[in-house]
């Protein structure tokens, strides 16, 4: 089969990588135009360009992805099948192209976490699994038939970045589970179970990110790690300013009278609305990250 790679960054990649160690004939890569980053503003490719220029694969970095001149370019490849990971919404005219159709790797168990962060909501919301699942596009974002589908647990204080070097490494092997089927002709779509209850996705803003004091401690917990590495958890400090929150820990200190981080039996604390969470790490402006002990040996003795 001719193969057509649409994706961006590292989740992406892996499976690409998979799919070429695998000896599967991917023609060409559409990823995002390069992006300025560092002091010096470089031109930097995405981790997906990388994988493709080292490998001899035409890439392409179309602006517009309804122009004419890229559709020409991509009906130029002749492609029977595409694959679509982390990357921006395609048109039907792209995704409808190869002869086959478009598969989609999306890191939830579809229908639930339908959106742009679903490792994030999985980890903030408490939940105790998630998975990945492949689908075939159609017109509704996350909406199409599903191919395969596996579940994966999630560790009490698992981070989303833990999860996520899981599930990219799951991801590439159900990817290539998904492209045997479709060689084999051996696959039946499964419709998506719709019941209106389904959990979502949003993209996420910095202000989301806060961690107020009206949290629970499970709340506030999963929030912490539901956000680190990326983008973020942060507080409020009357002492600090907007302080960081990088590791913390569900805690059965009880509730007390601070409006602020304090200090109980050599450990750090921020207060929530049914006690305390405790504070393993956090990022004071100005300052490295650095562990709750040597904040309270700087600041609070």
């Not at 300025?36 to 035409?58: D, F, Y």
Request: charged letters at 25%; glycine letters at 6%.
């Amino acid at each position: 089969m001719r193969i057509c790679f649409f994706g961006t960054p590292e989740f992406a990649s892996f499976s690409l990588k998979t799919m070429l160690d695998n000896g599967h004939n991917v023609v060409c890569v559409v990823t995002a135009p390069d992006k300025p980053k560092g002091r010096g503003l470089k031109l930097q490719p995405s981790s997906v360009k990388e994988v493709a220029l080292a490998n001899g694969i035409p890439v392409l970095q179309p602006k517009n992805l309804k122009s004419q001149e890229f559709l020409d370019e991509l009906q130029s490849f002749h492609l029977d099948l595409s694959i679509i990971i982390a990357f921006r919404m395609l048109p039907e005219k792209v995704w409808s192209l190869p002869t086959i159709g478009t598969f989609n790797l999306h890191a939830s168990l579809l229908p639930n976490y339908r959106g742009a962060a679903p490792i994030n909501h999985a980890i903030i919301n408490g939940e105790k699994e998630t998975g990945i699942t492949t689908f075939f596009l159609k017109h509704e974002i996350d909406t199409g038939d599903i191919l395969l589908q596996q579940k994966v647990n999630i560790g009490e204080n698992e981070t989303v970045g833990e999860l996520y070097e899981r599930l990219m490494m799951k991801g590439s092997e159900l990817v290539e589970r998904s492209i045997q089927l479709i060689k084999a002709g051996s696959y039946a779509l499964v419709k998506q179970n719709l019941t209106g209850k389904e959990k979502h996705a949003p993209k996420i803003f910095k202000e989301y990110c806060e961690i107020k004091r009206n949290l629970s401690v499970e709340a506030a917990h999963n929030k912490v790690r539901g956000l680190n590495p990326f983008p973020g958890a942060w507080c409020h400090s009357v002492k600090f300013g907007k302080v960081k929150l990088t590791a913390t820990l569900k805690s059965e200190t009880p509730v007390r009278d601070e409006t602020d981080f304090f200090v109980y039996e050599n450990k750090l604390y921020w207060p929530c609305s049914n006690g305390s969470l405790e504070v393993v790490s956090l990022k004071i402006p100005g300052k490295q990250n650095q562990a709750s002990k040597d904040i309270i040996n700087g600041y609070f003795k």
